[in-house]
């Protein structure tokens, strides 16, 4: 049995993003918890009837991250007297027998201004790293293998919560899923740039990220956020809005800006991409055939990026139904889904990864 097999009964750990907070127990109702506990803004602990039925639940993609909860400790770790040696203690005694790939430890609220918490973490893993057996991948986070158990820890006001599962089962490589993205003046061009930022270090979950000269068809691109993320990572792009781009990304020598109508757009003959990434806005079924028009113009197996935008919706329902919609024109165009994510840095919208597969004009 694969190590994320075996976590029946155990309660379960799940962000839901603030944005949907107060739709949290319609999100969960699948699930049917026996019961469910908040802790803080965004994590949520339940104890589930099936246990072993993981997020099957249409709401999955709204559930940023989870990990089956194996060790608990609810207490006040800021006035509990040696919380950091005692927690450590308990963590190897519940899982020296585990031998997980990687030690992850977060808070329970990210977003905390209260840097006690953080310090709290940092000195945990500094005491497993000593008490537990050698990691493989301690250091890097991105060296993580998405199937292989990691040991995730969170810690905050509530207590300590740890288990084992796999990044790709959990749903991201860090506890709680967030990778910070920094922002730099320069390159900051819109708030855009953070979610393909984000959805490249998701992408190893569910396909190889294009390696460096990889050629991307970017739709909606203006004013060039993400063609400013892209470019940085030495990927040569085609941009096409109606808009304007951003003058700071002018004279790229990577970019191809091409001002005209998304839907007029017709590659040159012999024209191949790697990699397809869609944000524009408007009615998201058009966007999304236009997604599968130039798709034909990828190699096969190419990443595509596509951002779902929940305007017009109201209920987490809504939103969920239109993904549903626009998974099943990608299956009748031939597109395999990979997953379908509210990802840290969406708003009121989710990220579909899928890929073309073999197809190619
Ligand atoms: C959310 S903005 C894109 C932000 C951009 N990805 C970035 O990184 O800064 C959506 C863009 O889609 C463009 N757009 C929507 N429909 C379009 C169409 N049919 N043809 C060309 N551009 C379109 C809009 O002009 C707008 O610039």
């Not at 800021?78 to 585990?98: K, Y």
């Not at 061009?189 to 569910?206: F, V, W």
């Amino acid at each position: 049995m694969s190590p994320d097999a075996k976590q029946g009964g155990h309660p379960w750990l799940l962000r839901i993003a603030e944005i949907f907070a107060d739709k949290a127990e319609d999100i969960t109702t699948d699930l049917e918890p026996l019961t469910h506990t908040r802790l803080g803004r965004e994590y949520h602990l339940l104890n589930l009837r099936k246990p072993g039925q993981g997020l099957n639940t249409p709401f999955a993609p709204l559930i940023r991250w989870n990990m089956p909860v194996q060790h608990a400790w609810p207490c006040n770790p800021r006035s509990m007297d040696h919380f950091v040696e005692r927690a450590a203690g308990g963590i190897t005694n519940t899982f020296s027998a585990a031998s997980p790939q990687a030690l992850r430890v977060g808070q329970l609220d990210p977003g905390s201004r209260d840097p006690a918490f953080k310090t709290l973490a940092r000195n945990l893993r500094g005491r497993l790293l000593q008490l537990l057996p050698t990691f493989p991948a301690r250091t890097d986070i991105d060296s993580q293998d998405p199937d292989q158990p990691t040991l995730f820890c969170l810690l905050g006001k509530q207590g300590l919560f740890a288990g084992i599962q796999s990044p790709r089962l959990s749903h991201g490589f860090h506890p709680g899923g967030t990778k910070f993205i920094r922002r730099d003046a320069q390159t900051n061009i819109s708030r855009a740039g953070a979610k393909i930022a984000e959805a490249l270090h998701h992408m190893p979950l569910y396909h190889p990220v294009p390696p460096a000269g990889a050629r991307w068809l970017e739709l909606g691109a203006s004013p060039g956020g993400m063609s400013s993320e892209l470019l940085r990572r030495d990927y040569a792009v085609t941009a096409i809005d109606r808009a304007t781009m951003d003058p700071k990304l002018h004279q790229h020598p990577g970019l191809q800006i091409i001002s005209k109508d998304v839907s007029t757009y017709q590659p040159p003959a012999g024209s191949r991409f790697d990699a397809l990434l869609c944000d524009m806005n408007g009615p998201v079924e058009q966007s999304f055939r236009q997604v599968i028009r130039l798709s034909t113009w990828l190699q096969p197996h190419s990443p595509i990026v596509f951002t779902l935008k929940g305007h017009g919706t109201t209920l987490p329902q809504e939103l969920v139904s239109l993904a549903k919609r626009v998974e099943s024109l990608a299956k009748h165009a031939g597109l395999q889904l990979l997953a379908t994510r509210h990802l840290s840095y969406n708003r009121w919208e989710l990220t579909l990864f899928l890929t073309n597969g073999e197809s190619a004009k």
